[in-house]
């Protein structure tokens, strides 16, 4: 890295976590410094900066600081002139004495030096003088922990960002005690390793790299027993797996340190009370295992007995109900045999839980449309409840339901996030009879175990979706799983939707194959020379011109691969979006202290529940986004030092326009270019899909098939043809999870208790006519 020692002239932070400066050198030089390193720093201090020289388009050469490190002087004059400035009450007679007196104590000026680096608000000036003294600037503890922090770990590579909030961690834990910054560097250096439990971005990779630079022993139980936490987590969420079994286990674990036995690792892991479970020769985050368990045994109890159906309507008063619905939709609206008798068995049906799936243009939401209305001209008063997994499918499904009155939110919203957890559960119920959730494989396992605690006893569930789609981001894979259940399932199979070659090739995905030959909705380039501008200039070329036909927001520029460098040519999200920005929004205003633009179109990349402001009746009111939500920044407003992002205000696809808060700012992405996976629940007039080969376990055919099935109009692919073919040959890869057999067994336990029970009163029955 390369380093400068010189006075901080000027400082100006934005947002709290970037700043801009200009430093002195010793020569008269000045040096631009930026980073989140300088934030707290104070103008007229030396110090030593460590970072990586950039060369920036519009302020020249600049220093991008990762280490900031206070210079105390050495000169004793100097030393006290720095006392006088950065202590209140320390005057020059004060300041000489101090001096005087501080090269007699063990350690001299060097201990003192030290102090006023790592621990400087305990500098003690009692044996000069009687008049309190105290630092000049109001820094905290935890300030102060920090600054310690950055001294000692500032050459480690942790981020500043991380290291500010590792020492608001710390201060919470020690709190007020007589020296909290020996305190947290003490219980830091006990065990580096603790905060990953529950400090959010401080990972397993962070903590060891921590931990060697403190040269903490490889083997000690602390870090065997994160390393088994972590390689299980990130196992599982790699793969979409709700638990490993040992021998996945010891790959992972070998991954990161070859030398430590997998049981070790785990005998740590448990002995140090980690969030692990271990089952039968599988092992579970405590989370997944917890989900697993309790979704298992809500389907346990829906599937081992029959329940009222939604009517008791006869089949053939059905029929009839079913058509009367069909000639409200439109004189040239008609079910198929196959979609009528579906709408009649789950109206009948006498299990809770329904499953209906089918391909692009199979009619599931207009076989939906039919059953609503159906139980709505029925007068039954059922509560019918719409949800969908991102806010884009609950735009299109609330489309499809607006005309019978109703509307449709995402399963997030729909359950009502809580600061602790979501508003509706097992102790407070959905107000539903009938609850149908749309695009059913993105939803994962903690979120599908969140809906089913929702779920009033005795009330439906229809689980729409596409058994051939990719499966849920999170672990799990809820879809294929209840098609193996004993539910009522329902597959549709006949095209409805006239989409021409586009679904030609979409359906040779699904059966692993690719003919790679054009269509007149559908174009191959028969090729993908290695990024560089010429090539990425092409599929710009037809990105720009679709958005020029049905603009950006019915235009999806999809992609397998989402990490890369924004400045280096890459077949990936990340550089495209860089490249595609300047294209459509190069004059936009920049966002301070972020990489955004005004007009930029983004991506959330969380779930948080947003407070809005105040209604008119004087109530807060909050909306909840969730990961997948794209829109367009229009509106950046700052907060009363103008150095600071109070709010983004962002309008949503899905038509809501949102206030964004500045604290939350890395959640958003660039979202000109999206993964296949972002894409999910969307359709888009045109789809540009950019295929690259990758790991059989990431690129297979599910992301072929979810890319091509999003397109309605027109579809082009950018591939080699056989590396497509390649990719489409692959099976979408198999997840771990026991829920089929959890909710069987779930499911068998309840049937035997019911049998026991009734043994039991048909006991007590004989027994009481026998006194008779």
Same mark, same amino acid.
């Given at each position: 890295?390369?380093?400068?020692?010189?006075?901080?002239?000027?400082?100006?932070?934005?947002?709290?976590?970037?700043?801009?400066?200009?430093?002195?050198?010793?020569?008269?030089?000045?040096?631009?410094?930026?980073?989140?390193?300088?934030?707290?720093?104070?103008?007229?201090?030396?110090?030593?900066?460590?970072?990586?020289?950039?060369?920036?388009?519009?302020?020249?050469?600049?220093?991008?600081?990762?280490?900031?490190?206070?210079?105390?002087?050495?000169?004793?004059?100097?030393?006290?002139?720095?006392?006088?400035?950065?202590?209140?009450?320390?005057?020059?007679?004060?300041?000489?004495?101090?001096?005087?007196?501080?090269?007699?104590?063990?350690?001299?000026?060097?201990?003192?030096?030290?102090?006023?680096?790592?621990?400087?608000?305990?500098?003690?000036?009692?044996?000069?003088?009687?008049?309190?003294?105290?630092?000049?600037?109001?820094?905290?503890?935890?300030?102060?922990?920090?600054?310690?922090?950055?001294?000692?770990?500032?050459?480690?590579?942790?981020?500043?960002?991380?290291?500010?909030?590792?020492?608001?961690?710390?201060?919470?834990?020690?709190?007020?005690?007589?020296?909290?910054?020996?305190?947290?560097?003490?219980?830091?250096?006990?065990?580096?390793?603790?905060?990953?439990?529950?400090?959010?971005?401080?990972?397993?990779?962070?903590?060891?790299?921590?931990?060697?630079?403190?040269?903490?022993?490889?083997?000690?139980?602390?870090?065997?027993?994160?390393?088994?936490?972590?390689?299980?987590?990130?196992?599982?969420?790699?793969?979409?797996?709700?638990?490993?079994?040992?021998?996945?286990?010891?790959?992972?674990?070998?991954?990161?340190?070859?030398?430590?036995?997998?049981?070790?690792?785990?005998?740590?892991?448990?002995?140090?009370?980690?969030?692990?479970?271990?089952?039968?020769?599988?092992?579970?985050?405590?989370?997944?295992?917890?989900?697993?368990?309790?979704?298992?045994?809500?389907?346990?109890?829906?599937?081992?007995?029959?329940?009222?159906?939604?009517?008791?309507?006869?089949?053939?008063?059905?029929?009839?109900?079913?058509?009367?619905?069909?000639?409200?939709?439109?004189?040239?609206?008609?079910?198929?045999?196959?979609?009528?008798?579906?709408?009649?068995?789950?109206?009948?049906?006498?299990?809770?839980?329904?499953?209906?799936?089918?391909?692009?243009?199979?009619?599931?939401?207009?076989?939906?449309?039919?059953?609503?209305?159906?139980?709505?001209?029925?007068?039954?008063?059922?509560?019918?409840?719409?949800?969908?997994?991102?806010?884009?499918?609950?735009?299109?499904?609330?489309?499809?339901?607006?005309?019978?009155?109703?509307?449709?939110?995402?399963?997030?919203?729909?359950?009502?996030?809580?600061?602790?957890?979501?508003?509706?559960?097992?102790?407070?119920?959905?107000?539903?009879?009938?609850?149908?959730?749309?695009?059913?494989?993105?939803?994962?396992?903690?979120?599908?175990?969140?809906?089913?605690?929702?779920?009033?006893?005795?009330?439906?569930?229809?689980?729409?979706?596409?058994?051939?789609?990719?499966?849920?981001?999170?672990?799990?894979?809820?879809?294929?799983?209840?098609?193996?259940?004993?539910?009522?399932?329902?597959?549709?199979?006949?095209?409805?939707?006239?989409?021409?070659?586009?679904?030609?090739?979409?359906?040779?995905?699904?059966?692993?194959?690719?003919?790679?030959?054009?269509?007149?909705?559908?174009?191959?380039?028969?090729?993908?020379?290695?990024?560089?501008?010429?090539?990425?200039?092409?599929?710009?070329?037809?990105?720009?011109?679709?958005?020029?036909?049905?603009?950006?927001?019915?235009?999806?520029?999809?992609?397998?691969?989402?990490?890369?460098?924004?400045?280096?040519?890459?077949?990936?999200?990340?550089?495209?979006?860089?490249?595609?920005?300047?294209?459509?929004?190069?004059?936009?205003?920049?966002?301070?202290?972020?990489?955004?633009?005004?007009?930029? @179109?983004?991506?959330? =990349?969380? &779930?948080? /529940? +947003?407070? *809005?402001?105040?209604?008119?009746? %004087?109530?807060?009111?909050?909306?909840?986004?969730?990961?997948?939500?794209?829109?367009?920044?229009?509106?950046?407003?700052?907060?009363?030092?103008?150095?600071?992002?109070?709010?983004?205000?962002?309008?949503?696809?899905?038509?809501?326009?949102?206030?964004?808060?500045?604290?939350?700012?890395?959640?958003?992405?660039?979202?000109?270019?999206?993964?296949?996976?972002?894409?999910?629940?969307?359709?888009?007039?045109?789809?540009?899909?950019?295929?690259?080969?990758?790991?059989?376990?990431?690129?297979?055919?599910?992301?072929?098939?979810?890319?091509?099935?999003?397109?309605?109009?027109?579809?082009?692919?950018?591939?080699?043809?056989?590396?497509?073919?390649?990719?489409?040959? @692959?099976?979408?890869? =198999?997840? &771990?999870? /026991? +829920?089929? *057999?959890?909710?069987?067994?779930? %499911?068998?336990?309840?049937?035997?208790?019911?049998?026991?029970?009734?043994?039991?009163?048909?006991?007590?029955?004989?027994?009481?006519?026998?006194?008779?």
């Amino acid at each position: 890295m390369d380093e400068i020692v010189g006075r901080l002239a000027s400082v100006t932070a934005y947002n709290g976590k970037w700043a801009r400066a200009s430093v002195r050198l010793a020569d008269g030089t000045v040096v631009n410094c930026v980073g989140e390193a300088l934030i707290g720093l104070v103008e007229g201090n030396d110090y030593k900066l460590s970072g990586r020289h950039r060369a920036h388009e519009r302020y020249g050469v600049q220093l991008e600081v990762r280490v900031a490190q206070l210079e105390v002087p050495q000169d004793e004059n100097a030393l006290c002139r720095y006392l006088r400035k950065n202590y209140a009450g320390c005057g020059q007679k004060t300041a000489a004495k101090f001096v005087e007196w501080a090269k007699g104590t063990p350690g001299g000026l060097d201990a003192l030096r030290e102090q006023l680096i790592s621990n400087p608000a305990a500098v003690d000036f009692s044996a000069v003088t009687r008049r309190a003294v105290k630092m000049s600037a109001n820094d905290g503890p935890e300030v102060l922990i920090y600054r310690n922090l950055s001294l000692r770990l500032g050459a480690s590579g942790v981020r500043d960002y991380l290291l500010r909030r590792l020492a608001a961690w710390l201060f919470e834990r020690v709190g007020t005690l007589d020296d909290p910054v020996s305190s947290s560097w003490g219980r830091l250096s006990a065990n580096p390793y603790a905060p990953i439990r529950s400090l959010d971005g401080y990972g397993f990779a962070t903590a060891d790299g921590i931990a060697r630079y403190l040269s903490f022993p490889a083997s000690h139980p602390y870090r065997l027993g994160a390393l088994a936490t972590h390689a299980l987590r990130e196992g599982c969420e790699s793969g979409g797996h709700t638990f490993l079994t040992d021998l996945e286990m010891e790959a992972r674990i070998a991954r990161h340190d070859p030398s430590v036995r997998a049981s070790d690792a785990v005998r740590a892991a448990i002995d140090n009370g980690e969030p692990i479970v271990a089952s039968d020769e599988a092992y579970y985050p405590l989370g997944l295992y917890n989900c697993e368990v309790a979704l298992a045994g809500h389907l346990g109890r829906r599937l081992a007995g029959t329940a009222t159906p939604i009517t008791t309507l006869s089949p053939e008063r059905l029929a009839h109900e079913v058509s009367m619905a069909e000639w409200s939709m439109g004189e040239t609206f008609r079910l198929d045999a196959s979609q009528v008798a579906a709408v009649i068995w789950l109206l009948t049906s006498t299990c809770t839980v329904h499953t209906l799936t089918a391909g692009p243009g199979c009619g599931k939401t207009a076989l939906m449309e039919v059953c609503v209305q159906v139980i709505c001209a029925l007068g039954a008063g059922q509560r019918i409840v719409f949800c969908a997994p991102t806010g884009k499918a609950a735009k299109v499904l609330g489309a499809r339901v607006k005309r019978l009155g109703m509307t449709s939110a995402t399963v997030h919203a729909t359950l009502g996030v809580e600061a602790d957890g979501f508003h509706y559960n097992e102790e407070n119920p959905l107000p539903a009879d009938i609850v149908i959730a749309d695009e059913s494989s993105m939803n994962d396992l903690a979120l599908t175990r969140a809906l089913f605690d929702a779920l009033p006893p005795g009330s439906h569930i229809v689980l729409l979706g596409d058994r051939d789609q990719l499966a849920s981001v999170g672990p799990g894979q809820i879809l294929s799983d209840m098609l193996e259940l004993e539910a009522d399932h329902r597959t549709l199979s006949t095209t409805h939707r006239n989409d021409g070659g586009i679904l030609d090739v979409v359906e040779q995905a699904r059966a692993g194959r690719c003919d790679c030959v054009g269509r007149p909705d559908v174009r191959f380039s028969h090729g993908l020379p290695s990024a560089d501008a010429t090539s990425m200039g092409r599929v710009i070329g037809v990105f720009l011109r679709a958005v020029g036909r049905c603009g950006i927001e019915n235009v999806g520029l999809l992609m397998g691969a989402r990490r890369g460098d924004a400045k280096v040519p890459g077949w990936n999200v990340t550089y495209m979006n860089e490249v595609l920005r300047e294209h459509i929004n190069p004059g936009g205003r920049r966002v301070p202290g972020t990489i955004l633009k005004l007009g930029d @179109r983004v991506m959330i =990349r969380q &779930n948080l /529940r +947003l407070e *809005q402001g105040e209604d008119a009746n %004087g109530k807060l009111r909050f909306e909840q986004v969730v990961n997948g939500d794209t829109g367009r920044l229009v509106e950046c407003q700052m907060d009363s030092t103008g150095r600071a992002v109070a709010h983004l205000l962002i309008e949503l696809d899905d038509g809501r326009e949102i206030r964004f808060p500045g604290a939350g700012l890395e959640a958003l992405v660039l979202a000109y270019a999206l993964t296949v996976h972002a894409a999910q629940g969307s359709e888009y007039q045109e789809v540009i899909f950019v295929c690259t080969d990758g790991m059989p376990g990431f690129m297979h055919r599910g992301i072929v098939y979810t890319a091509l099935s999003r397109a309605r109009e027109r579809l082009a692919v950018f591939a080699d043809d056989d590396v497509l073919r390649r990719v489409c040959a @692959r099976p979408i890869p =198999r997840r &771990n999870s /026991r +829920l089929v *057999q959890r909710a069987c067994h779930a %499911g068998a336990s309840v049937r035997r208790d019911r049998v026991t029970n009734n043994s039991e009163r048909a006991c007590v029955g004989s027994v009481s006519k026998s006194h008779f």
